[in-house]
C-alpha cells in the first residue's frame, strides 16, 4: 500500500522529466533529416537563385560594354582611335 501510494505521489514529478526525454528523442531521430536536407540546400541552386545570378552576369557585360564604347568615343573624338575602333566621318565642329 505504501509502495503504491509512494508512486503515485511521484509520478507527477516525473512528467516534465518524462517529457525532455521524449523530446530528446524526438531531437535525435530527426536530426538526421535537418542536416541531410540543410546539405541538399547549400549544394543546389533554385530557380530563383540561378535567375539573379543570371541577371548579375547580364548586367555586368552591359557596363563592361558600355564602358568601352565611352572610351571608344573619347578616343575618337580626341583624333586617336585604336585600328579596331569605329569612328564615323570626321565631323567639323
Do not use: H, Y
Amino acid at each position: 500500500m505504501r509502495k503504491a501510494f509512494l508512486i503515485i505521489a511521484t509520478l507527477p514529478l516525473l512528467s516534465g522529466c518524462i517529457g525532455t526525454v521524449a523530446k530528446t528523442a524526438f531531437d535525435v531521430v530527426t536530426l538526421p533529416v535537418k542536416v541531410a536536407s540543410a546539405g541538399v540546400d547549400a549544394v543546389t541552386t533554385s530557380q530563383a537563385e540561378a535567375d539573379q545570378k543570371r541577371g548579375r552576369e547580364i548586367r555586368k557585360q552591359e557596363e563592361e560594354r558600355g564602358k568601352q564604347a565611352r572610351e571608344m568615343l573619347e578616343r575618337c573624338q580626341k583624333g586617336r582611335p585604336l585600328p579596331t575602333d569605329v569612328c564615323g566621318p570626321a565631323q567639323p565642329r
